[in-house]
């Protein structure tokens, strides 16, 4: 069993910065992919970014690419999504989610992942 709880979500204006943080717990940190999803309202939720095991290897959306990094801190059992340049369509509840069972390659489907967060808002006006 593993527990994600997301932080760091807020009211920003276009061309802000925000750095969402995901703290998991209940196994080995460094054993699973991590990913950033979001969903804005009457969507579906879409994939942001991905990131290995080891963090070496990460994908990203089209619509986030040179815009949003994803990190992780396996000493700290912590994965960051750190967001510049933000604009209006970024606005969605943000999740965090774990991929316990796959090969070591960065997952970028949703069902490809096991266990999800409860989410963070991130609102941001024009």
């Known amino acids: 069993q593993v527990q994600l709880v997301e932080s760091g979500g807020g009211l920003v204006q276009a061309g802000d910065s925000l750095r969402l943080s995901c703290a998991a717990s209940g196994r080995t940190f460094s054993s699973y992919a991590m990913g950033w999803f979001r969903q804005a309202p009457g969507k579906e939720r879409e994939v942001v970014a991905g990131i290995s095991r080891s963090g070496f290897m990460r994908r990203y959306a089209d619509s986030v690419k040179g815009r949003f990094t994803i990190s992780r801190d396996n000493a700290k059992n912590t994965v960051f999504l750190q967001m510049n340049s933000l604009k209006p369509e970024d606005t969605a509840v943000y999740y965090c989610?774990?991929?316990?069972?796959?090969?070591?390659?960065?997952?970028?489907?949703?069902?490809?992942?096991?266990?999800w967060g409860q989410g963070t808002q991130v609102t941001v006006s024009s």
């Open positions: 989610a774990a991929e316990i069972s796959g090969s070591g390659a960065v997952p970028f489907e949703l069902s490809e992942y096991d266990y």
